[in-house]
């Protein structure tokens, strides 16, 4: 398989980049290819913007995801951008490495996602959920976060960690086709012990090891609803 | 009341940018005092770092959230976060006002949340949801999408939007102390007549015009969980 690792953490020594590089050691070790973004450390821009496009079709009233569709068609998308777009595109397992900031990506992530997944590509039309642009391809969520286990789920007083990552697990991510991988989750992090933090490497280890057999979160398939995406039955 | 709008659109003459005006005329004509954070304009830095301080409780290793506290203290934080942490706590209302981008906030406004709703102050300890450092203050979801209305919902396509928005009005609003109200929604933006955004501009005065009697969305309070965050009964 071909991996890429996007990762993204203020501090570089942090326990999220040991797991990037548990990741990055595990998948080699098994034979795959593996590519990582570190987005601090690449100075990632996060801002869609006009000045994402070097020509544009509308230059008086932006419309992003409309330039995103004609500027990679074009080649006047920005380069920054199309890098990460062939990293993409060559891989067969995208992980997403960071940790959780109001229950969701940090901000550099989260520009990376509104950047990179160009429509036209990654969606557009009817091309979503099963049918997305990258339908065949998987995508694993590796997450540290520091409240407990406990707090998450139904009836705790976060509820379920997954219905928090909603818009990254099915608004995104199955969005454009991926098949979603049950998230990685390592627990209470700036508050356990070393001993505590290696258990999670060698688990983190293990689940990587047996990725390729790991089932898929179900999501909606659009031949569930109609032409005007009515459900239907 | 004293109101703050955080407006996120990379595209000055948007129907979003016409929504923050329908809201300043609005609330002004109202006699409330209102700021406006228009975050493109500002060239807002959305990427949360250690060049956040000027100085660090500790400088080898960068706990975000723990730098936060202390800086804010020590007014070491960056003048930026500094400036809208003011605005924040003079507001009585707080209106988050941008395009959906992938089920979620631009970038540019994660940012505005990851550096600005600092640890110590917003919340911190036990002091989240009803206990947060924010509440006694309301605040408000305005967005723009291109998704059509019955998209959304049970057994709709895409679910519930407030299942989507999930993150920001429960676990960032709500978690720092916020009353969240409804979210304000316009459908379909990019592909409706004048007249009908017209509309969506009228219902929205309509709407402000009492939202002082708004019922606020129901969230966890933490009189039903003991001390270790279980849930009582």
Redesign the interface.
Known sequence: MNVLIVHAH??P?SFTAALRDQALRTLEAQGHQVQVSDL?AMQWN?????ADFSSRENPD?????LEQRLGVKSQSIAADIRQELDKLLWADLLILNFPI????????L??W??RV?VSGICYGGKRF?DQGGLSGKKALVSVTL?G?E??FGE?????PLN?????IL???LA?VGFEVLEPFVAWHV?YISDQAREEFLVAYRHRLEQVADDLPIEF?RLSQ?DE????LG
């Open positions: 203020p501090e020594q601090y996060p801002v869609a913007s006009a009233y932006l419309v992003y995801a900031f109001w229950f969701s990506t940090p901000a550099i989260k520009g996602i509104d997944l959920y520091g407990r406990h707090m009836g705790a007083i976060h509820g219905d928090m990552l909603r818009p099915r608004g995104t969005y700036p909606p609803f005007a995406l009515y459900p």
